[in-house]
């Protein structure tokens, strides 16, 4: 009767042991898994050169931006001038702007369409293998108005 009693307790003691290693290994695994996984393949980098609530003072400071897009959220006005995945790329168009004296602002948005994720993946191999700033803008300009496409879509 002892012997079974001292059994029973070593199998409960290794029975709770391997429970609570399971939750703490369970828990670091999937802790890093998750926010790996979600920040790096949602996240898009949107160059924008302002934000503005007046229409007509958004008009006249962006006359002289090309290529840009204007995204109306909420009564306000976002101009983009850039829109990449590598980080490298961003740095590329950004230049381009501030060497014409403009602002511009890194934002990481979340983008959940696969489409238009799709293509600017192509579209980043092909800025990121010219130097040309000419080359630069061209592609830009299609990135920026594939995005547009895609709003309209939706």
């Known amino acids: 009767m002892i012997l079974v009693m001292i059994m029973n307790k070593k199998f409960l003691f290794s ?3 391997a429970i609570l290693l399971g939750t703490v290994v369970g828990k670091y695994f999937y802790k890093e898994n998750t926010t790996k996984t979600v920040f790096h393949e949602n996240d898009i980098i949107f160059l924008q050169q302002g934000v503005y609530t007046d229409k007509k003072n958004m008009e006249d ?7 840009k897009i204007v ?12 829109i990449t995945k590598n980080q490298k790329n961003a740095d590329k168009i950004k230049e381009i702007y ?3 004296g403009y602002d511009i602002y890194e934002k990481k948005i979340p983008i959940s369409n696969e489409e238009f994720k799709n293509n600017l993946e192509q579209f980043d191999l092909l800025l990121d293998k010219t130097t040309k700033e000419e080359e630069l803008i061209s592609i830009n ?5 594939n995005y547009e496409q895609t709003l309209q879509k939706s």
């Open 141 to 145: 300009e299609v990135i920026l108005a």
């Open 98 to 100: 501030e060497k014409k």
């Open 61 to 67: 400071n962006i006359k002289r931006i090309d290529p």
């Open 15 to 17: 029975l709770a042991v």
């Open 71 to 82: 995204v109306e959220e909420q009564d306000k006005y976002y101009v983009y001038v850039g």
